[in-house]
């Protein structure tokens, strides 16, 4: 078996039923090992280091760790079978992957190239493409975490992921982790910068380099020369198949709006001349990814680490050392500490926001249609009037540029507000960081631009369990329960539960605004227009998810479908269900909403019809 090695003395010998047969790898948190079950299968088992266990913030990463791999598709990593962070020692089982990684196999047999490298570009986009649309950072995509089983390709180890709903600073905050060679140049500069999955972009195109070369894009004497060829110098990609060139140059860009998304390097990657040597192993998975993606609802690629996903601010490339490398630690896996206080930009203006622009994927998929002129509203958003007990975690905010919310392809600030645009159906904008919970109000006001188009907005949403939906159409407005695909690839379903007939005034008229309030109270969601109580609905799923808003396409995909948004606010219940990694409350390294408690309570509902 590839890599596994004897265990070592004062080892122990069996774990929570699991008998201990090998050592695969130990990092700067864990030890992996090789683990038979009780029914004779292998498998892989990993527990955090004994000099840690005293430590909660090791333990509260440990326990980020096994949610987030939970929550990424198989087809692209080890699948989770057991796991209990809360047994001593906490431990996570997963498939035994039986191949060897991508450093052993360089190490050993030399560079790739040709099938194999075009292969592995394609595997590790797809992998990429399926973890950051289960809302996931991994931050430490490097080819020991690559691993080459049977023709296939496989991303582990999500040890210093981060999730899209984390509001924790697992790292103190002037330092940051994973492994020098391929963390992006936004890790290395000022702790303001937002970590978005446009870093795992960089990291693949750095593997890739050593794939075909072996060696890496920025290589230097030392860790800390590194990090400053990387902040400042371009890569050196001699050596790289010329027709993987541009697009490795690309992800390798220093700003990270350069570069492409995951799904948009996986779709370049498959549509780079013919597949037909690439094998069905790498294939299968990459379909199911882009079905994924393209999928109604599979947008939660856009995980963000403290903050929005894509900002508007595009800053400078030129990059000074002011004060030096002072410190660079490695850690035992490889990882290292890198004080973020000694590297700062030399453009005083770094900080002001310009007018996003559209990505080329954006440009190429959407044929824009005349949009008629929207301002932002001077007009305040009414104040929302929350149950007692709730918490503002978003006050009332115009929508003109990232804050709460995060951009992508199909969401878009502009000075007229947050406006969501599509042709394929449904686009999903996320709110950032994405928060875990099950009871929430929201206020928010919309504005519908094109006909045959509906808002909504989703709560208790996750793209395991799915959740519901709120359609606001010019002609209707109804809840919808919505249903993730029984397999990987296929299309998610929607089934109306019940509808609000509309009381003269509250129609949604084009290019018309209207106020609209949602409260989402254990087994019922209440709704207001313009002020106007609708009454309320049943809901028969308790579930925790997610908040978001975006658009419903009822036409025809002939032209661009809009919707704007331009005021929101967010109340959350007092009983927040998250997980082990989430925070009750955003962290301070991101704009910091204000909580505060609610006093008030919501207008009556109206009666709760049966659907």
């Given at each position: 078996?590839?890599?596994?090695?004897a265990?070592?003395?004062?080892?122990?010998?069996?774990?929570?039923?699991?008998?201990?047969?090998g050592?695969?790898?130990?990092g700067?948190?864990?030890?992996?090992?090789?683990?038979?079950?009780?029914?004779?299968?292998?498998?892989?088992?990993?527990?955090?280091?004994?000099?840690?266990?005293?430590?909660?913030?090791?333990?509260?990463?440990?326990?980020g760790?096994?949610?987030?791999?939970?929550?990424?598709?198989?087809?692209?990593?080890a699948?989770?079978i057991?796991?209990?962070?809360?047994?001593?020692?906490?431990?996570?089982?997963?498939?035994?992957?039986?191949?060897?990684?991508?450093?052993?196999?360089?190490?050993?047999?030399?560079?790739?190239s040709?099938?194999?490298?075009?292969?592995?570009?394609?595997?590790?986009?797809?992998?990429?493409?399926?973890?950051?649309?289960?809302?996931?950072?991994?931050?430490?995509?490097?080819?020991?975490n690559?691993?080459?089983?049977?023709?296939?390709?496989?991303?582990?180890?999500?040890?210093?992921?981060?999730?899209s709903?984390?509001?924790?600073?697992?790292?103190?905050?002037?330092?940051?982790?994973?492994?020098?060679?391929?963390?992006?140049?936004?890790?290395?500069?000022?702790?303001?910068?937002?970590?978005?999955?446009?870093?795992?972009?960089?990291?693949?195109?750095?593997?890739?380099?050593?794939?075909?070369?072996?060696?890496?894009?920025f290589?230097?004497?030392?860790?800390?020369?590194?990090?400053?060829?990387?902040?400042?110098?371009?890569?050196?990609?001699?050596?790289?198949?010329?027709?993987?060139?541009?697009?490795?140059?690309?992800?390798?860009?220093?700003?990270?709006?350069?570069?492409?998304?995951?799904?948009?390097?996986?779709?370049?990657?498959?549509?780079?001349?013919?597949?037909?040597?690439?094998?069905?192993?790498?294939?299968?998975?990459?379909?199911?990814?882009?079905?994924?993606?393209s999928?109604?609802?599979?947008?939660?690629?856009?995980?963000?680490?403290?903050?929005?996903?894509?900002?508007?601010?595009?800053?400078?490339?030129?990059?000074?050392?002011?004060?030096?490398?002072?410190?660079?630690?490695?850690?035992?896996?490889?990882?290292?500490?890198?004080?973020?206080?000694?590297?700062?930009?030399?453009?005083?203006?770094?900080?002001?926001?310009?007018?996003?622009?559209?990505?080329?994927?954006?440009?190429?998929?959407?044929?824009?249609?005349?949009?008629?002129?929207?301002?932002?509203?001077?007009?305040?958003?009414?104040?929302?009037?929350?149950?007692?007990?709730?918490?503002?975690?978003?006050p009332?905010?115009?929508?003109?540029?990232?804050?709460?919310?995060?951009?992508?392809?199909?969401?878009?600030?502009?000075?007229?507000?947050?406006?969501?645009?599509?042709?394929?159906?449904?686009?999903?904008?996320?709110?950032?960081?994405?928060?875990n919970?099950?009871?929430?109000?929201?206020?928010?006001?919309?504005?519908?631009l094109?006909?045959?188009?509906?808002a909504?907005?989703?709560?208790?949403?996750?793209?395991?369990?799915g959740?519901?939906?709120?359609?606001?159409?010019?002609?209707?407005?109804?809840?919808?329960?919505?249903?993730?695909?029984?397999?990987?690839?296929?299309?998610?379903?929607?089934?109306?539960?019940?509808?609000?007939?509309?009381?003269?005034?509250?129609?949604?008229?084009?290019?018309?605004?209207i106020?609209?309030?949602?409260?989402?109270?254990?087994?019922?969601?209440?709704?207001?227009?313009?002020?106007?109580?609708?009454?309320?609905?049943?809901?028969?799923?308790?579930?925790?998810?997610?908040?978001?808003?975006?658009?419903?396409?009822?036409?025809?995909?002939?032209?661009?479908?809009?919707?704007?948004?331009?005021?929101?606010?967010?109340?959350?219940?007092?009983?927040?269900?998250?997980?082990?990694?989430?925070?009750?409350?955003?962290t301070?390294?991101?704009?910091?909403?204000?909580v505060?408690?609610?006093?008030?309570?919501?207008?009556?509902?109206?009666?709760?019809?049966?659907?």
């Open positions: 078996m590839s890599g596994v090695q265990l070592r003395p004062g080892d122990v010998v069996e774990i929570a039923g699991y008998k201990l047969l050592r695969l790898g130990q700067g948190m864990g030890t992996v090992y090789l683990a038979e079950s009780s029914t004779g299968q292998q498998v892989a088992l990993k527990v955090i280091q004994d000099h840690l266990l005293d430590k909660p913030e090791f333990r509260t990463r440990f326990s760790e096994v949610e987030r791999a939970k929550n990424v598709p198989p087809f692209c990593t699948e989770v057991d796991a209990d962070p809360e047994h001593e020692p906490p431990y996570l089982v997963v498939e035994y992957v039986d191949g060897p990684t991508l450093a052993e196999i360089v190490r050993e047999s030399g560079p790739l040709g099938a194999a490298l075009h292969s592995l570009g394609i595997g590790m986009a797809t992998a990429l493409t399926a973890i950051h649309n289960s809302g996931v950072i991994h931050r430490d995509l490097k080819p020991a690559v691993l080459l089983p049977r023709g296939g390709v496989k991303v582990i180890d999500f040890g210093l992921a981060r999730g709903a984390d509001g924790t600073q697992l790292t103190q905050t002037d330092q940051v982790m994973g492994t020098i060679p391929y963390i992006a140049p936004e890790r290395l500069g000022p702790m303001d910068r937002v970590v978005t999955p446009a870093a795992d972009v960089f990291a693949w195109g750095a593997v890739m380099v050593y794939a075909a070369t072996g060696r890496t894009p290589g230097g004497d030392t860790p800390a020369a590194t990090a400053v060829r990387i902040m400042t110098e371009e890569p050196d990609l001699d050596g790289v198949a010329s027709a993987l060139r541009d697009i490795v140059a690309q992800t390798l860009q220093k700003d990270p709006a350069s570069r492409p998304t995951a799904r948009e390097l996986l779709d370049r990657l498959v549509s780079l001349g013919a597949t037909s040597h690439v094998s069905k192993e790498v294939l299968r998975p990459a379909a199911a990814a882009q079905a994924m993606e999928s109604s609802l599979g947008l939660l690629d856009d995980g963000g680490d403290t903050g929005p996903m894509v900002r508007s601010t595009r800053r400078r490339r030129s990059m000074v050392l002011i004060a030096g490398l002072a410190t660079v630690a490695l850690l035992a896996a490889g990882g290292v500490f890198v004080s973020s206080y000694l590297l700062k930009k030399t453009n005083a203006n770094a900080n002001t926001p310009t007018t996003p622009t559209a990505s080329p994927s954006y440009v190429a998929s959407v044929t824009e249609s005349p949009t008629p002129a929207v301002t932002a509203s001077t007009d305040p958003l009414p104040q929302l009037k929350a149950p007692i007990g709730w918490y503002e975690i978003i009332p905010a115009t929508l003109t540029a990232p804050q709460y919310w995060q951009e992508s392809a199909a969401c878009k600030f502009s000075p007229a507000g947050y406006t969501a645009t599509t042709t394929s159906g449904v686009a999903q904008c996320q709110i950032s960081p994405p928060r919970t099950r009871d929430v109000a929201i206020g928010v006001r919309l504005n519908l094109t006909p045959k188009t509906c909504a907005l989703w709560f208790r949403f996750s793209q395991k369990t959740g519901y939906a709120i359609r606001l159409c010019s002609d209707s407005v109804a809840l919808y329960d919505y249903r993730p695909p029984v397999k990987a690839g296929g299309k998610w379903t929607s089934v109306k539960v019940d509808d609000w007939p509309q009381p003269a005034g509250t129609s949604l008229a084009l290019n018309t605004p106020n609209v309030e949602m409260i989402v109270e254990a087994d019922r969601v209440s709704l207001s227009l313009n002020g106007r109580p609708q009454g309320a609905r049943p809901l028969s799923r308790m579930d925790s998810g997610t908040v978001a808003m975006g658009i419903y396409q009822l036409g025809t995909a002939k032209s661009a479908y809009s919707v704007i948004f331009t005021d929101f606010t967010l109340w959350e219940g007092p009983t927040v269900a998250t997980s082990p990694s989430q925070s009750a409350s955003p301070t390294s991101s704009p910091s909403p204000k505060s408690k609610s006093t008030s309570r919501s207008p009556t509902a109206g009666p709760t019809v049966s659907p």
